[in-house]
């Protein structure tokens, strides 16, 4: 962690502002920063917002992205053994230690929603007795959690279940 540098800062009106000393009650400690008013900021965020949506813009951005993944594809290629080659020569080497583990998983979009629904009805006929929900230390299962919520394996729908994996 770096040094503290005496610095102190404090929201107001959505803005951060940053005192030079701990009494930021006295307004001399303010650093003179230029900070932006909400008009200023909906006038650079309406710029951006045109940017985004100017079609030589995007047809730019796709062509630049399309020849970066190129590249990148490329180095791929043509270093392929040779980071092999460095991941191996790391001693210790087991699961922990390796470099390239992308644990990033995104379990909410793992099955849309027909996949869902199936797996719902499959487990309502196969596994009605195997308990699924606790609660205050009381067990209940399937069964018992879709007699609370009065549904049947024939009430369900990909409409029922309501599920979206996005924003």
Known sequence: MPPDLGFVLKMVEGVVHVYTKYDIMDKN?????????????????????ALIINGPIKSF???????????FQMHVLLNEMKELA???????????NIRKVDTHIHA?????????????????????????HVEGGKQQTLRQVFQNMNLTAYDLSVDTLDVHADR
């Open 29 to 49: 400690t303010e650093l003179d920063l230029p900070y932006l008013d909400l008009s200023e900021f909906v006038a650079d965020m309406n710029v951006l917002m």
């Open 61 to 71: 951005c796709y062509r630049r992205l399309q020849y970066l993944s190129s590249r």
């Open 86 to 96: 460095a991941q191996k020569k790391v001693p210790h080497r087991d699961f922990y």
């Open 108 to 132: 909410a979009s793992c099955m849309n929603q027909k996949h869902l629904l199936r797996f719902i009805k499959r487990a309502m006929k196969k596994n009605l007795e195997d308990i699924v």
